[in-house]
């Protein structure tokens, strides 16, 4: 276990403060500009220098004729480069004295044959000058923090408590839009290709140390190292949250994965069993691999797995019961004292059972403040599990009806979703149990964004929902065990 | 089974030509002027007499101060009614002559107690005088077709193919937005509530004769006649697939259920296989319900269960592998003859093997339509699945740099989605096999809107993109084994 996150040999690429740029030029439909713009793009603050043969300035930086010309050895070399010439200018960069480089470039050995070949000299090249390599076959790394992203796609929100370690460099790029709807975002990310050298263990163990990383997901299509993968995360998942999804396991995905990165998967079952050991939380979609970070980097520590839920319509309650059922959480009856804190605020064709369900409301404040907090100080129950319905646009059209303004109706709104917002925060924070809310609606109304900008998880299923709860009472209870063992 | 809809005695309440209500006053915010808002909102097309003992006139409509006093006997009454006078006024309405009822109110069978014998009284009312009665408890009926919801929410979008009975309310209004938000949309949907009198297999059997209905949808949290239910199920399914989410079979779905509408459930595993004897396909979550009726109303039949895969990213390909391992889904190696055919389209680092990875792509027609092409004809293959990324904001980047307006830009990316969508409808009918996509983007991005809008499914993971495709491949299998038995 490293001690900071300084001692890692990645911090210096992604806190990069100088990087030369191979691939750039001034056709701007190339990967290499592509990427060399997403860099421009993303706010870099070190300096870049673009190496390219005949170009004497790209995207208005100074361009060099070969890296040998730079003014200074950057931190890092980043290569997009047509494959037959990725040796050769590794070697060059080695000659410099570069010590880490980031090659996106593929056709290495995810293609067979001399790409085999071709990859073991990158190797060799590598140890030869004392080079770190990451990819080759990657989309390097994206750095919110730094200002730093190697992907050709726009990073998108603010930066985030998610460190990925991805065997796709799609789900570096592609996530940023995915996380941005939801409020997340990375700490870091690292897309590690083919792994010749860096390898998804050093980016776990970088992430286990970086302050902004509050979770770590893995997306894995074979591992390379096995007992060092397994020791590593259980020695971090004591520290931190691991979440994996392994798509090597399937028949299929086993093709998949070694035609896309050349690695090789074990049995699924297998990697099922050794994951639970080491406290891997294993996820099995994509949507699965981020739902669950999601609550298992935002939310408090709950003391059990006992559930309340509140409602004010019977069949998504019955559903989230339902949903609670299947997982293994409880639902427990209320007891006489909170059913009886409740009453002032129940229609009498509500139900003070649990799910709490009021059948009808029109008073935010008794749904998204009273009723929460009588049900969070019953020291029966553990979580808050909420059913989120306010359709804003029949709202919207009900206030211009009575009078308001476009724009009143529009603030209005506002001023109610910083209102719940800033309530289930202060609630939760009072009564440290989580609160989870569930909706059908879209993520991008208002009400649903304040309360996801505070860190309150929203899914739009309450199956979802109950899925992350899960993972978080049995990552908990994992790590109790762990600690007194 | 019906001859034809018009023989359901549903029919002259989902398509009354006038309707009696009780319950709306010029108090805005009660439930009921909320509902007759929302009837008026929805632009129905009969005559609307509300009766009320004190307003002359509410919402621009004459009121009347008992139902005795109107000009005709109208096809429909509905009730939003305090609980107390729901009996005495549906005995009024029965002296009248109408014979059919939607009874909103609630605080019957499902609050105990008094509410018990008051629901047995409402049934009995209705016996005495030939009334067809839906709920009590419930939101009545939404067709977009008659322009006719009586729930308080506001319908979105187009009318469309699923038929729905729910024993949630919550599960009509609330979902107008969600389809919508998928280009769906309810031919008619139906909440049951308590069940008196009309219940799901009576709407059920509706539906199947509804010419409007392609796939019928139910959530049910318990199921009465159960044998009854089962047999229509079996009749029904030869002609219709239907999708059930079922949450009365765990622990807590049960209490929850009994708590909502009173009904009582039976165990889960027990209705489990039932329902799959009887060609019901089972959801289990909201999500699942509508993600599998969606590919089930929307998709030509296959020929079975051969998938090929395309994508331009690797780790969506080889999780959209992984997905269809899992469900038993078959991604046979593409022919000779199909990767010859492939060649021109592949740039050296893609994968010609199943999933077809392009790795790189920045041409829409090569993407959308000659590689679909060269798959979708490939004889040993029955569906395309297909990775659908256009970031859309980036692209309207590059396009501005270029030179373009914004305007120009938007019109631009209007024309691709147009094209793709066109495209892949075409190739769809051409081969007459399934096309699905699956993308993280927003589904609310023009491309994802044209496919949608032209009847292509497009899911935010390829798990559940596989999902949906396997209960396509079974229910097909059972229909064709059901035919030959």
Known sequence: MLNSVEESPLHKITNARSIAFYGASNRPSTMGSIILASILTAGYKGELYPIHPKDESIKGLKSYRQVGDLPEVPDLVMMVLPTGVVCQSLEECGKKGIKRAVVVSGGFKEVGGDGIQLEKELLEIGKRYGIRIIGPNCLGIANPYNNLNSTPLTM?????????????????????????????????????????????????????????????????????????????????????????????GSEAGKKAAFSHTGSLSGPDQLYDGLMAQCGITRAYSLTELFDLSWALGALPKPNGNRVAIQTHSGGPG????????????????????????????????????????????????????????????????????????????????????????????????????????????????????????FTYRSLQEKLVQGLMKQGIPIYQDPARAVRAMKAVVDYHQYKDQRATA
Do not use: W
């Open 156 to 248: 998108e929100g603010d930066p985030g408590y998610i460190g990925l370690v991805s065997q796709s460099g799609s789900f570096v790029a592609q996530m940023f839009n995915y996380l941005y709807r939801l409020r997340l975002g990375f700490s870091t990310a690292f897309s590690v290709g083919n792994e010749v050298d860096v390898d998804m263990i050093d980016c776990m163990e970088y992430l286990a140390v970086c302050p902004h990383t509050k979770v770590i997901a893995l997306y894995i299509e074979g591992v390379k190292r096995g007992r060092r993968f397994l020791e590593a995360a259980k020695r971090i998942s004591k520290i931190k949250p691991i979440v994996a999804l392994y798509v090597g």
């Open 318 to 437: 019955a559903t989230a019961a339902d949903s609670c059922s299947r997982e293994g959480l409880v639902l427990p009856s209320l007891s006489d004292e909170t059913r009886k804190k409740l009453m002032p605020f129940l229609p009498h064709t509500a139900s003070a059972a649990n799910p709490v369900d009021l059948t009808f409301t029109q008073n935010p404040k008794e749904y998204f403040s009273d009723i929460p907090g009588v049900l969070l100080k019953d020291e029966t129950l553990d979580f808050l599990l909420i059913y989120i319905l306010i359709p804003e646009n029949s709202i919207r059209t009900q206030m211009v009806d009575a009078g308001m303004t476009e724009e009143q109706a529009e603030k209005s709104l506002g001023k109610m979703a910083e209102f719940v917002a800033k309530s289930f925060i202060e609630m939760q924070q009072n009564a440290g149990k989580p609160i989870i809310g």
